[in-house]
């Protein structure tokens, strides 16, 4: 990635209320297929300037998005900030099981603390980070709204934060 830092957020022209930043929160998955077509189209030496523009900013959101340092602390010691959390799938179910008693830091003891008694011939229990690109993991929108509901909670994001608030999110 270059030296890019924007000087905003990048705005949709057709709907102001709507950026780039609000949609690491609303429509991650839609950002990373973008991203993907934006490489193929313009390469690294693209003819068209807004869609390069486009490209720079959302490359810098995706990277943003995966070195963010969560503010909330781990619910079990208190001590440090939480690193990665449990999505429970158990077989023959249609969604994850995904609350915020799943949260917990680096330390084992945490993560015993974390890890509800399971039955490992009927469920499967996966470790995530608390990073945007978790989000990918997920097929169906109910559980990817879970998953940002955990990174909001993380990340100190609550009720409504406007495209101004996440642009300063992502650049701090």
């Known amino acids: 990635m270059t030296n ?12 102001r209320d709507m950026s ?5 929160l609303t429509n991650y998955p839609r950002l990373r297929k973008d991203f993907k077509k934006l490489e193929k189209k313009v390469g690294s030496n693209g003819k068209w300037k807004g869609v390069q523009i486009k490209k720079k900013h959302l490359e810098w959101l995706l990277a943003r998005g995966e070195d963010r340092a969560p503010k909330m602390l781990c619910p079990y010691c208190g001590e440090e900030p ?11 179910g249609k969604y994850f099981t995904i609350k915020e008693s ?19 011939r009927h469920e499967v ?14 097929s169906s929108k109910r559980d990817r709204r879970k998953v940002i509901s955990l990174l909001r909670k993380s990340f100190n ?6 495209t101004e608030d996440l642009f300063s999110f992502f650049s701090n």
């Open 4 to 15: 890019y830092s924007p000087q905003g957020p990048y705005k949709f022209f057709l709907r």
């Open 20 to 24: 780039l930043e609000k949609m690491m």
């Open 82 to 92: 939480v690193e990665h959390f449990l999505a429970i799938y158990t077989f023959g």
């Open 102 to 120: 799943f949260l917990f830091c680096k330390k084992d003891s945490c993560k015993k603390k974390a890890s509800p008694e399971i039955d490992s």
């Open 125 to 138: 229990v996966a470790t995530l980070p608390v990073k945007f690109s978790s989000i990918d993991k997920f």
């Open 157 to 162: 994001l609550q009720g409504r934060p406007t």
